[in-house]
C-alpha cells in the first residue's frame, strides 16, 4: 500500500516529518538508485508544459491561422503524412528549442547529477526532450560522448550514458533517410522556424561524390528534430533495451520516480520492472539467499504533485506529495546533516562560497605557507615604540629543505621593491635599538617557537649553511641571527 506524505506537512505532524527524513536518510544509504523523470522536474525551469495549448501554441497558430492542430497531434507520427502539419511540427520544435536554451536547470536536476557523483546513481532516466541533465554535467544516450562510432547513428556506449533520453533530444537533429545525426545548429533552427526542413549534409556528400564520379545523383533525406513522437520507435530502442536490461540485472536498491503522471505506456512498463528489481533487492542477497532486509533498502519512492492511481498501489511504497525541487533539496540538506562525512569531499568538489574558503585554507600548499609566515614576520614588526618583536609561527617548519628557505626572512628582500623599502625601514630601525632590546622571538629548526637572539651584524658577506652548503648574499641588508648560547 502506497503511504503518502505531504511534503510541506506542519512541523506538528511529526510522524510525516519522521516518514520524510527517513526517505532522505535511505537515499543517503542506497548506492544503486534508478531515477525516471517526466516533464514535472522541468516545469520550474520556464519550460511550458507543450501537451496544453497556451502559450508556445498560440504563438504557433498565429504564423498558421487555418491549420487546428493541437495538443497530441503535434507529436504524433503521422503529422509527417501532411507538408501543413509537417510545417506546423518543425515550426512548434522551434519555438519550443528556443524557450529551453534560455532556461536553466532546476535544484531537482543537480540533485540527480549529485547522486552520480556520489556514486549513488545507477541509472536516469527520463521522458524529457530539454537535455537539461545534459547541462549539469549528466551525459545523455544523445551525446557523441556515447556513442561508440563517430557516426551518429552508432551503437550506445552503456557505460557512458547517465542520463536515458526516452524520447529523444531536441538539441539534435536526424536525416529522414539515413538516420545519421548531427547537433541543430542555428542555421537548422531558422529553418525550422519557417517551416522547411533542412537537406541532410551526410546525403549530400555521398550524392556529390556519385555525381563526381559522373554517376547518378542520390536522394537526399531531410533532417528532422531528434525527439520521439508517439506511435515512433526510438531510434535507440535497441539499445536502450540492453541498457535496462543490464540495470535490472544490477539489482537497484532504490527506486526514485518524479514529475512524471505515470501514464505513457512505455514509462508504466519500465517503472513497473525497475521496481520488481528494488523490491527484490530488499529480500535477496546478490547471492540468491533470502536476508532480513535494512529498513532503508528496496523502496519506490514517488514525488509528485499529484497522486498515483489505484493500480500503483503495490508498486509504490511512499508518494510525497509537493515540488520535486523542494523534495531535493530537502533531501540534500538532511543528508548533510546526518551524514556529514559523505560530503567532506564534495566540499572540494562543489564550488559554492562557503566550501569554496574551506577548500582553499585546504589545499594552501606548504610553500605557499612558507611564504605566508615570512610575511607574517615582516608585517609583525612594530616600528612605533621602537621595539621589533618577531611572533613565532604556530609551529616550526616540518623539513630540512623548509627551514633553510625561512632561515632567514629577508633572504627574499630584492624580490620586490616593496619589500625592500620594508627591509630598509627594518633596517634603520634596528640601527637605532640598542643590542641589549634586540630580543627578537623566532622560530628555530631545532627549538621551541621561543628562542630569544640578541646579536645582530648588518655585514655577513658569506654565511655557512649547516647542510654545508655556500649561500650567497642576495640583498644590500643581511641580518645575521645567532643563537643565544
Ligand atoms: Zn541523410
Redesign the pocket.
Known amino acids: 500500500m502506497t503511504i503518502s506524505l505531504e511534503l510541506d506537512a506542519p512541523v506538528a505532524e511529526s510522524s510525516t516529518r519522521r516518514a520524510l527524513t527517513n526517505i532522505s536518510l535511505a537515499v543517503a544509504k542506497c548506492k544503486k538508485i534508478v531515477v525516471v523523470t517526466g516533464a514535472g522536474i522541468s516545469c520550474s525551469c520556464g519550460i511550458p508544459d507543450f501537451r496544453s495549448s497556451d502559450g508556445l501554441y498560440a504563438l504557433v497558430k498565429q504564423q498558421y491561422p487555418d491549420v487546428v492542430m493541437k495538443g497530441r497531434d503535434l507529436f504524433d507520427a503521422s503529422l509527417f503524412r501532411d507538408k501543413t502539419s509537417t510545417s506546423v511540427f518543425y515550426t512548434f520544435v522551434s519555438q519550443l528549442k528556443r524557450c529551453i536554451d534560455s532556461a536553466t536547470p532546476a535544484p531537482t536536476h543537480h540533485f540527480i547529477k549529485t547522486l552520480d557523483t556520489k556514486q549513488k546513481l545507477l541509472r536516469s532516466y527520463t521522458q524529457n526532450i530539454d537535455g537539461l541533465e545534459e547541462r549539469v554535467g549528466l551525459c545523455g544516450s544523445s551525446c557523441q560522448e556515447a556513442k561508440a562510432g563517430s557516426k551518429g547513428k552508432s551503437k550506445l556506449k552503456a557505460k557512458e550514458v547517465r542520463n536515458v533520453q526516452l524520447h529523444g533530444d531536441i538539441h539534435r537533429v536526424r536525416?529522414t533517410?539515413?538516420s545519421?545525426n548531427f547537433p541543430c545548429t542555428e542555421d537548422y533552427l531558422r529553418m525550422f522556424n519557417s517551416g522547411v526542413a533542412p537537406d541532410?549534409p551526410?546525403?549530400q556528400l555521398r550524392s556529390e561524390a556519385r555525381v563526381a564520379r559522373s554517376a547518378r545523383p542520390l536522394r537526399v533525406?531531410t533532417l528532422r528534430p531528434a525527439i520521439v513522437l508517439y506511435d515512433e520507435a526510438h531510434p535507440l530502442g535497441d539499445d536502450i533495451g540492453t541498457i535496462q536490461t543490464s540495470d535490472i540485472a544490477r539489482r537497484p536498491d532504490m527506486l526514485i520516480i518524479m514529475g512524471t503522471s505515470l501514464k505513457v505506456h512505455g514509462l508504466k512498463r519500465l517503472v513497473k520492472d525497475f521496481a520488481k528489481a528494488v523490491h527484490d533487492s530488499a529480500v535477496t542477497s546478490t547471492t540468491g539467499t533470502p536476508k532480513s532486509a535494512k529498513s532503508w533498502q528496496g523502496k519506490v519512492i514517488f514525488v509528485n504533485k499529484t497522486p498515483p492511481g489505484s493500480e500503483w498501489a503495490d508498486i509504490i511504497d511512499y508518494h510525497v506529495a509537493g515540488e520535486t525541487d523542494r523534495w531535493a533539496e530537502k533531501v540534500i540538506e538532511d543528508w548533510k546533516k546526518m551524514r556529514p562525512s559523505d560530503w567532506e569531499v564534495q566540499q572540494t568538489l562543489d564550488t559554492d562560497g562557503e566550501f569554496k574558503a574551506i577548500k582553499e585554507h585546504q589545499l594552501v600548499t606548504t610553500k605557499e605557507k612558507a611564504k605566508r609566515r615570512r610575511k607574517s614576520l615582516v608585517e609583525n614588526i612594530r616600528l612605533d615604540d621602537g621595539a621589533v618583536h618577531f611572533k613565532p609561527p604556530s609551529s616550526a617548519p616540518s623539513s630540512p629543505t623548509k627551514r633553510r628557505q625561512s632561515a632567514c626572512h629577508y633572504s627574499d628582500v630584492e624580490s620586490s621593491p616593496r619589500k625592500r623599502r620594508d627591509v630598509s625601514r627594518v633596517a634603520n630601525c634596528l640601527d637605532k635599538l640598542e643590542m641589549a632590546d634586540r630580543r627578537l622571538l623566532f622560530v628555530d629548526a631545532t627549538n621551541s617557537a621561543t628562542i630569544q637572539f640578541d646579536e645582530l651584524s648588518t655585514e655577513v658577506p658569506i654565511k655557512k649553511r649547516r647542510s654545508g652548503s655556500i649561500a650567497r648574499p642576495r640583498a644590500e641588508v643581511w641580518v645575521e641571527i645567532k643563537k643565544q648560547q
Do not use: A, P, Q, R
Open positions: 536525416c533517410l539515413c545519421t541532410c551526410e546525403c533525406g
